[in-house]
């Protein structure tokens, strides 16, 4: 998935929900105590801190996003073993975080959400 890295303008959580609410079952909702997005109660998006998100991904998408734009996204120990992401606010486009959103949204939602949205 390539991602476009244009000059970062702010993001805020609002903005990430504006995004999520493009995809079909994207409901707010929290995740470890933090606001999160999820699709049928699975696992989006969710604040970390107030400089970080974390986002789902698979491992094979996220070692190329991270190659990509090592400066925005990047992973801890913690997350090696996970279907997971970090993404530095400050370092982040809302076009690649709508794209990671749909692909997250797309690796997550039930298979009927994914035939309605693509008709």
Not at 100 to 109: G, H, P, T, V, Y
Request: charged share 25%; hydrophobic share 45%.
């Amino acid at each position: 998935m390539p991602i476009n890295r244009k000059a970062a303008s702010p993001v805020a959580w609002s903005d990430v929900c504006k995004l999520g609410e493009q995809f079909p079952g994207v409901e707010q909702s929290t995740s470890f105590g933090r606001p999160a997005l999820k699709v049928k109660g699975k696992f989006l998006i969710l604040i970390r801190d107030e400089e970080h998100l974390v986002v789902h991904i698979d491992k094979e998408s996220r070692e190329l996003v991270m190659a990509a734009d090592s400066e925005a996204f990047y992973i801890t120990d913690h997350y090696k073993n996970y279907p997971a992401m970090l993404i530095r606010i400050a370092k982040v486009t809302k076009a690649q975080l709508h794209e990671l959103l749909e692909q997250a949204w797309r690796s997550q939602a039930p298979r009927a959400l994914l035939k309605a949205f693509s008709q």
